[in-house]
Each structure stands twice: as C-alpha cells, then as structure tokens.
C-alpha cells in the first residue's frame, strides 16, 4: 500500500472525503460505486467497483467466441480498463487503461464504427498511438441499468480487413447479452 499523507476526519454522519488528487488518479467520478474492504489489521480499503469486471472469466470466454466467429481481434473493456482480449496481443490490451476518447463515447453511450482500414481508429488504450495498421474496428457500449458498464470492441487483424453490418450487429448483440447478465 502507498501512503499518502492525507487525514481525513470522519463527519458526524460517518462520511469521509476522498481527496480531489486521489479521485483524479484513480479516476473516481460522482456516483461511482465503491467497493469496501477490510482486513485482519483492521485497514479499510476503497475499490472502484466494475460490475463488468465481476464477470471477467466469462467475458473472456466471449471475447474468444467473437474473435473465433468473427476473424477479427475482440475486447471486452469495463469503464476503465480491458478485461478481456482475444485474437490480438494481450501485452498490448489486456489490463491496459481505457483511452480519453473511449471513455466519452461510453459516457455518451455512442456506438462508434470505422469500416475501412483508411478510417481513422478510434484510440483504445491511454498508450495507443493511433499508428495501428490495422484501424477498421467496431464500438459498441455495454449498458446495464441505463448506466454504461464497459464496451465490446471488434478490431480488424489483416491489413485490409472491413467492418459492415454483420460485425456492428455481432458487436451489438454481444454488448446487449452482456448488459442483461448485469440485471440478473
């Protein structure tokens, strides 16, 4: 664990205030939930709750299904990172964090669609470089609850791969499986 150096009072409620440099670097906005943990030396940890994340073995196993049906590389995001990757590099996506840009599509709920490899890619990791070969791709926000949870993205492998319809509706169809496994 790192210290911070903050102390912070506990009000007459039993609230607490996470500092504004803490909710910035772990990017904890107004209404996101939080996990609460303790352990045996009586500490009290805080976590950013992924309802999605909750899920991360399964989404695995759909993120392979979508790359194996599909032909192109498929990843599952929560709202702040990727949990799952199949058909492309995992040191290159998995646990990586979520790009600016696709954590406004989610908060917008937009779908987001480039069907030529000459289409400008939508960044999905804070260290993409947006000089991928390969930018025909499809993002489909996952929503649960009226609430966006993560996003399924498919991504052309070859060079001169194309998305069309058939991709945008496997992508859809898997982000709304996906958001009903929320509601249960």
Do not use: W
């Amino acid at each position: 664990m790192k210290a911070t150096g903050v102390v912070r009072r506990i009000d007459d409620l039993g609230r607490v205030v996470i500092p504004k440099e803490i909710r910035k670097t772990l990017r904890i906005k107004e209404g996101d939930p939080l996990e609460i943990f303790t352990d045996r030396e009586g500490q009290v940890i805080l976590k950013k709750y992924s309802p999605i994340g909750e899920l991360s073995e399964f989404a695995a196993g759909y993120a392979e299904t979508l790359s194996k049906t599909t032909g192109h590389i498929a990843c599952i995001t929560d709202k702040d990172t990727i949990i799952a990757v199949s058909g492309g590099s995992k040191k290159e996506f998995l646990e990586q964090d979520v790009s600016q840009e696709l954590e406004q599509l989610m908060e917008d709920k937009e779908v987001y669609t480039s069907t030529e490899n000459s289409d400008k890619a939508m960044p999905i990791t804070k260290n993409d470089n947006q000089e991928r070969q390969n930018n025909a791709q499809v993002v489909y926000p996952i929503v649960s609850n009226g609430d966006t949870i993560g996003t399924v993205i498919l991504m052309a492998k070859e060079p001169n791969g194309k998305m069309n319809d058939v991709e945008k509706k496997v992508a859809q169809s898997a982000a709304t499986f996906l958001g009903s496994q929320m509601d249960i």
